[in-house]
């Protein structure tokens, strides 16, 4: 069998590459429309006369986890936009017809990092000060951030374990 050209051989590690990012976003995308117990997850903006059942629970990087030890998918781009940074206090309304409405009520003290985008397995991370913190991929596509590329990401400012951060700015 013969070698392949080191182009065809680059050319097959791209395509690689973009399957597994793709995968990723779609494993990203189901997760929050339908959550990780197959509920059906209608988001809605953040209102404050919304009524119906009322959970509070912490942001964990991806989603939140309530009182009750279930998890609650939030929509990455809402994550991505709001800047939600790990341990963010939220509350979710679950409206009398099955909506979801997330609203932000107690931020964590933060602080401001650079670092740069990296990506293993599929996952995105910005390696700063030592350390690599996890971000979504709706930040990634929104920001079109390359990897390599520099990036200003928020942490929080208590919390020298956290593992997730959030996009502030593509550099």
């Given amino acids: 069998m013969s070698e392949l050209p080191e182009k065809q051989v680059k050319r097959l590690r791209a395509l690689i590459q973009e399957a597994e990012t793709s995968l990723a976003a779609a494993k990203e995308l189901l997760i929050s429309v339908i959550g990780d117990d197959d ?7 953040s209102v404050d006369d919304v009524s119906g ?30 800047k939600l940074v790990e341990g963010d206090l939220l509350k979710l309304t679950i409206t009398d017809d099955g909506g979801f409405v997330y609203k932000q009520i107690g931020p964590v003290e933060r602080k401001q990092i650079i670092g740069t985008l990296v990506q ?46 959030a996009v502030e700015a593509a550099l």
Avoid at 40 to 45: A, I, L, N
């Fill in 39 to 45: 509920r059906v997850v209608t988001p809605r903006s």
């Fill in 53 to 82: 059942k009322v959970i509070e629970g912490i942001f964990d990087g991806q989603m939140m986890l309530g009182p009750d030890g279930k998890n609650y998918p939030i929509p990455a781009n809402y994550a991505s936009k709001s």
């Fill in 120 to 165: 293993h397995d599929g996952i995105y991370y910005v390696e700063a000060g030592g350390r690599e913190y996890r971000i979504l991929l709706a930040s990634v596509t929104y920001f079109k951030i390359e990897l390599g590329g520099q990036v200003t990401i928020i942490v929080p400012a208590d919390n020298p374990d956290a593992t997730w951060a």
